[in-house]
């Protein structure tokens, strides 16, 4: 069957950094993405990889081994409005996404 | 600024009613999708709409079904609503079938069902 495993929830320090890790398994394998979503919103786009390796955008990264069926999202300076879920989502040869249950990030001062 | 609105923030509906779901996307987006989010569970998908008047099951399509008559419009419909039901609704859409694209939310619709 098809899976995303992501921990329900972590808690971190304003201006630490977290790292928050998914595995997944898919029928296919065609990329995968990060979303955030702060309580009440709609998720928006963050990252997304389909070649090995780490992608950096600002303060956040993604990475992804697909030998290993892994990727951490990397969250640096961490601000208090980082505060929210973190959702990872394979594509899978059907191009289909795969959602994880999410991630809650609590910052704390 | 590819913009996706839903009809509602939120409904309250009674047991047994007919409830309609409205979804728009301003961007020409081919695919459009409707999932539901509980906590725990994550996104499940509902339908989805690779074209005008086409659609296909997801992961959970029981009690609900979907109309995409215009290219910008999809809607989901609780033909009986149950309890089981109350939920928070997001509608998606994506440029191009069989794509890497990434899907735009609307701002969701939180659903409850007494």
């Known amino acids: 069957g098809q899976n995303i495993d992501q921990p329900t929830e972590m808690t971190a320090t304003e201006g630490a950094i977290v790292q928050i890790n998914c595995t997944y398994q898919?029928?296919?394998?065609?990329?995968l993405f990060w979303y955030q979503q702060h309580a009440g919103e709609a998720p928006t786009f963050l990252s997304y990889?389909?070649l090995d390796g780490l992608e950096e955008k600002g303060r956040f990264s993604s990475f992804l081994s697909r030998s290993k069926g892994y990727s951490y999202l990397l969250l640096k300076e961490l601000q208090m409005k980082d505060s929210a879920s973190y959702l990872c989502?394979?594509?899978?040869?059907?191009?289909?996404?795969?959602w994880g249950a999410g991630t809650k990030l609590i910052i704390k001062p | 600024d590819v913009k996706v609105t839903q009809s509602s923030r939120y409904l309250v509906k009674r047991t047994g009613e007919k409830v309609f779901l409205e979804c728009v996307q301003d961007?020409?987006?081919?695919?459009m999708f409707w999932y539901r989010q509980d906590p725990g569970l994550g996104l499940r998908l509902i339908y989805f709409?690779?074209?005008?008047?086409?659609?296909e099951k997801g992961d959970i399509p029981e009690g609900y079904s979907v109309s995409r008559e215009k290219k910008e419009r999809f809607s989901l419909i609780l033909e009986s609503a149950s309890t089981n039901q109350t939920s928070m609704y997001l509608c998606?859409?994506?440029?191009?079938?069989?794509?890497?694209?990434?899907?735009?939310f609307g701002p969701g619709t939180r659903l409850t069902v007494t």
């Open positions: 998606a859409s994506k440029g191009a079938t069989g794509t890497h694209y990434e899907q735009y």
């Open positions: 961007m020409d987006h081919e695919n």
């Open positions: 709409s690779y074209d005008v008047k086409m659609k």
């Open positions: 898919t029928s296919g394998f065609n990329g």
């Open positions: 990889n389909v």
């Open positions: 989502a394979a594509l899978d040869s059907n191009y289909q996404l795969i």
